[in-house]
T-cell receptor, first 108, second 112 residues
């Protein structure tokens, strides 16, 4: 069992749909990171959070420390949101443990 | 543009050669990292530097050596390349160990 698990592995949706990607972790963490990897391989940092909720544009990230669960939401999804979204958790030794990623495809 | 830039983007080389991958960041971050992406797409940390000091050194072969001439650069040197070294290597930087990670676009190394 991976220490950081994401679901779903693959997600295809129509433009405009509300998207949710989930991340569960079993390690004790100090913070959780959401990243976006574009088809060309570039990785963009989206959020780093240790509690509550953060919003940036159409992206919202939430974390529940007690339940060891985080979600990334995309409102009014657009084809340019198509990418791999990666959840990564910092363990107590400040090692970054990566989830396997969620491949998101938004169809026009 | 502010960014983390890696060069080269693609590197094909023969077994036994010595090669370097360069990484530069102009974000003013104080920590830089090297990651190796394995066959399952997981990123595993190899090295990190903070103020020219190596602060994380995973059990990677000593054929791999990081070199940081200054705070904005962390280069990865690999000696005596082996087939198993073929992978995508990512450089990253952050403001501190918990905040503001930014990654380079990766270097795909192929050893033949």
């Amino acid at each position: 069992k991976n220490e950081v698990e994401q679901s779903p592995q693959n997600l295809t949706a129509q433009e405009g749909e509300f998207i949710t990607i989930n991340c569960s972790y079993s390690v004790g963490i100090s913070a959780l990171h959401w990243l976006q990897q574009h088809p060309g391989g570039g990785i963009v940092s989206l959020f780093m959070l240790s509690s509550g909720k953060k919003k940036h544009g159409r992206l919202i990230a939430t974390i529940n420390i007690q339940e060891k669960h985080s979600s990334l939401h995309i409102t009014a999804s657009h084809p340019r949101d198509s990418a791999v979204y990666i959840c990564a958790a910092w363990d107590s030794n400040y090692q970054l443990i990566w989830g396997a990623g969620t491949k998101l495809i938004i169809k026009p | 543009d502010t960014a983390v830039s890696q060069t080269p983007k693609y590197l094909v080389t023969q077994m036994g050669n010595d090669k370097s991958i360069k990484c530069e960041q102009n974000l003013g971050h104080d920590t830089m990292y090297w990651y190796k992406q394995d066959s399952k797409k997981f990123l595993k940390i190899m090295f990190s530097y903070n103020n020219k000091e190596l602060i994380i050194n995973e059990t990677v072969p000593n054929r791999f050596s990081p070199k940081s001439p200054d705070k904005a650069h962390l280069n990865l040197h690999i000696n005596s390349l082996e087939l198993g070294d073929s992978a995508v290597y990512f450089c990253a930087s952050s403001h501190d160990s918990l905040y503001g990670y930014t990654f380079g676009s990766g270097t795909r190394l192929t050893v033949v």
